[in-house]
């Protein structure tokens, strides 16, 4: 009796925050209804798709019990350079050279930059042993300051309709962004369920020292992590400039809050070794549906900044009172 | 140890070298200009900041720009850093019209002149200020609204940033004159944070609860273009009419391709000049500045749109 009833609450757990969400959806339904709409749907599911791209990140990195704060700068930052090279591409004035990019071209040195990023904050917290809050959190700097010097403070705007595509258009009856996130959420999956650099990510976050006396690079393993979080900061970046059509210097703002909130909704634990992939998207669904629902119950801005607060608090009692039963 | 020694050796080595490459030539004669500014998260404020510092150099002074970040308590570091170190004016763009007033007394009794720019400070202590007025300013665009949409129908308001004085000003300003027509009913107030993305996720959102909508009323310009983005996405950008506030280019472009409506134009660079202007003069010796300086906020529309460009006239 006692295993069927541990057994019961072990599904019960795994499936917290799709009951979560599925109540979320109910509750919002009665009360609205233009909430159940296939319109409605597409636009959560839009308007997440950034936030998917970087919770996903966030979740590789704090398996590792790490933390990036760092995403949503880099979010601008790369935006930014894909949009800066895309509209005005490299000049050299003193050797009147100038080098123009293609759409394909702009958005792999976003890709490319997001990625030095990452790398540069994974070398810091492995070489140096910097702690990840501090580093990530030096970096949420540098690259919000980098992203002002290159943009000069003002927005980069009208990318041309090519570019428009990723952030506004459609493939096959869904929204492209929409593809994008799913992508990223297949890979990131099959990284942590079917290959050894998923279990050495699980094996750093459970227990490092175990994991290193095992004959774990972990250094090799975090720097990995930290460059994946910010190529999918990019992606999430090139995705923003798009659909606004706009690169704008202040993109990503507290953006990482967001996703470290998918992350925690999704019942990853901080201290790293567990967690899942799907769970943060099911947080990031949970955000966005927030998001919206209020906004379709015209609900007072005040009040939203303590709901989703309220939220997030409770989603991470119950998964602390779960984890004491485990 | 002696590796340790070592190393703060290095350390303090290479601090003397960044400290040394970074102090300029000998500038203890020359007055020197502070410009502290709300915040230069936004293309707006610094357009006022880099427009008063060209003034100031053009006025051959030297000068420095602060960013207080939204933030009241960075912005008194700044000022306290600007005294000590010696700056003779400081050009202000105040984060708090009450809770910056502390700071402009201790410059005051500092004896350093203080001359605001753009924002108000409930503090007679300010040797002159410089305002754009977005009460005034949303009033003339409230009428104009109020006339394009023939005093009926629905809209929505896009509000900035909910702790932002700015915010509360402008969205007073529109409803003292909108909310005497009982035929203009306002079916949604949001925020967006003065912030694009925001200004079109909330305007899908939005769409979705009331897809009938007539007009949107925005705080500043780049939630107006997020809105207007939502609205081409839904199909329905043609028959609802986008009001933004600042004049920034995107909206200027924006209203000659007659894509959104109309937007209140302040002139940041009137009153950078301005303020520049006067500290030089208060070098000089003038003292009888007047206390407060309103800058018009005007209505461009389609009309009148070849008479302005970004953030200012032709």
Aim: with cysteine; proline share 3%; aromatic share 8%.
């Amino acid at each position: 009796m006692d295993t069927i009833l541990s057994k019961y609450r072990s599904h019960l757990v795994k499936f917290q925050p799709l009951i979560a969400l599925v109540l979320l959806c109910i509750g919002i339904s009665l009360m609205s209804d233009k909430f159940m709409t296939v319109d409605n749907g597409w636009n959560v599911m839009r308007q997440i798709s950034v936030n998917i791209c970087i919770s996903v990140g966030m979740t590789l990195v704090v398996l590792t019990s790490g933390i990036d704060l760092s995403v949503g700068s880099v979010l601008a930052l790369c935006g930014a350079i894909t949009a800066g090279l895309l509209k005005f591409g490299i000049e050299v004035p003193s050797n009147n050279l100038f080098v123009g990019f293609t759409l394909l071209g702009a958005i792999l040195a976003g890709l490319i930059a997001g990625s030095l990023l990452g790398l540069f904050n994974g070398w810091t917290v492995t070489k140096f042993k910097v702690p990840p809050f501090v580093a990530t959190l030096a970096m949420l700097t540098i690259a919000r300051g980098l992203t002002m010097l290159y943009t000069k403070g003002f927005p980069i705007s009208n990318l041309g309709d090519s570019f428009a595509y990723i952030g506004t258009g459609w493939f096959l009856g869904i929204p492209v962004p929409v593809w994008v996130s799913a992508v990223v959420i297949v890979i990131a999956v099959i990284i942590t369920q079917k290959t050894a650099l998923g279990r050495y990510i699980y094996a750093i976050g459970g227990n490092e020292s175990a994991s290193k006396l095992s004959g774990i690079n972990i250094s090799k393993i975090k720097m990995i992590v930290y460059s994946i979080a910010g190529v999918l900061s990019a992606v999430g970046g090139i995705m923003v400039t798009s659909r606004l059509d706009s690169a704008q210097p202040n993109a990503g703002m507290s953006y990482e809050l967001d996703a470290i909130a998918a992350v925690v909704i999704g019942g990853t634990s901080l201290s790293g070794g567990r967690g899942t992939i799907m769970g943060t998207v099911l947080g990031a669904i949970i955000i966005g549906v927030l998001n919206n629902g209020l906004v379709l119950l015209n609900v007072s801005p005040f009040w939203q900044q303590v709901v989703k607060g309220g939220v997030i608090l409770l989603a991470v009692i119950i998964d602390r009172a779960n984890a004491k039963n485990d | 140890m002696i590796n340790l020694m070592k190393k703060y050796l290095q350390i303090l080595l290479l601090l003397v070298f960044v400290l040394a490459s970074c102090h300029s030539t000998d500038t203890a004669k020359q007055k020197k200009m502070a410009i502290i500014v709300s915040t230069l998260n936004n293309p707006w404020f610094v357009f006022l900041a880099q427009t008063a510092a060209a003034q100031a150099k053009s006025l051959g002074y030297e000068s420095k720009i602060f960013d207080s970040q939204n933030n009241t308590a960075l912005e008194t570091d700044h000022f306290e850093n600007a005294i000590a170190s010696g700056y003779s004016a400081i050009l202000f763009n105040p984060t708090d019209a009450n809770g910056s007033v502390v700071n402009v007394v201790k410059a005051k009794k500092a004896g350093v002149p203080v001359f605001c720019m753009d924002r108000e400070v409930n503090s007679p202590e300010a040797t002159s200020q410089i305002l754009s007025d977005s009460y005034s300013g949303c009033v003339s665009l409230a009428k104009y609204f109020v006339q394009t949409m023939h005093k009926k129908g629905n809209y929505v308001e896009l509000l900035g940033i909910v702790s932002d004085n700015n915010t509360w000003a402008r969205s007073k300003g529109f409803h003292s004159l909108v909310d005497y027509y009982p035929g203009l009913k306002m079916v949604a107030q949001q925020s967006a944070d003065f912030d694009r993305n925001k200004g079109l996720e909330v305007m899908e959102s939005i769409l979705q609860a009331h897809p009938d909508i007539d007009a949107v009323f925005a705080g500043n310009d780049a939630m107006a273009m997020g809105a207007f983005q939502a609205l081409v996405a839904a199909g329905k950008a043609n028959h609802v009419k986008v009001f933004g506030f600042d004049g920034a280019e995107d909206a200027i472009q924006a209203i000659k391709d007659k894509k959104i409506s109309a937007t209140a134009m302040q002139f940041p660079k009137v009153m950078a000049q301005t303020a520049a202007i006067y500290a030089d003069a208060y070098f000089k010796g003038k003292r009888d500045f007047p206390k407060k300086i309103p800058v018009a906020v005007e209505l461009v529309t389609y009309d009148n749109i070849n008479d302005y460009i970004a953030y200012g006239k032709k």
